[in-house]
Nanobody, 116 residues
Framework: QVQLVESGGGLVQAGGSLRLSCAASRSIFSINVMGWYRQAPGKQRELVAVISRGGSINYADSVKGRFTISRDNAKNTVYLQMNSLKSEDTAVYYC??????????WGQGTQVTVSS
């Protein structure tokens, strides 16, 4: 079992930056994949970025070059640095963890609102 708590969301103007944090209740060293997803009003939840235990990273095409995911195993925390934010990035952002492949654990979400 692992609990995930996101923080760092808020209101920002277009072109601005935010850094989201996801703190885990236990060591994430053995967790295979950690990631960020988002869900905008009226839309399905979508993958934003994932990072494996070995450091492999994948991004959604819509955020490539603007967002950066990282994990700090010593702090049991995963980050999402978001730069050059656009209004279409407005969503609730969720942290997730997969012990093997499927995302088993989810945080409660943090709201990101980008004003144009």
């Amino acid at each position: 079992q692992v609990q995930l708590v996101e923080s760092g969301g808020g209101l920002v103007q277009a072109g601005g930056s935010l850094r989201l944090s996801c703190a885990a209740s236990r060591s994430i060293f053995s967790i295979n994949v950690m990631g960020w997803y988002r869900q905008a009003p009226g839309k399905q939840r979508e993958l934003v970025a994932v990072i494996s235990r070995g450091g492999s990273i994948n991004y959604a095409d819509s955020v490539k070059g603007r967002f950066t995911i990282s994990r700090d195993n010593a702090k049991n925390t995963v980050y999402l640095q978001m730069n050059s934010l656009k209004s279409e990035d407005t969503a609730v952002y969720y942290c997730a963890a997969a012990t093997i492949i499927k995302m088993d654990y989810w945080g409660q979400g943090t709201q990101v609102t980008v004003s144009s």
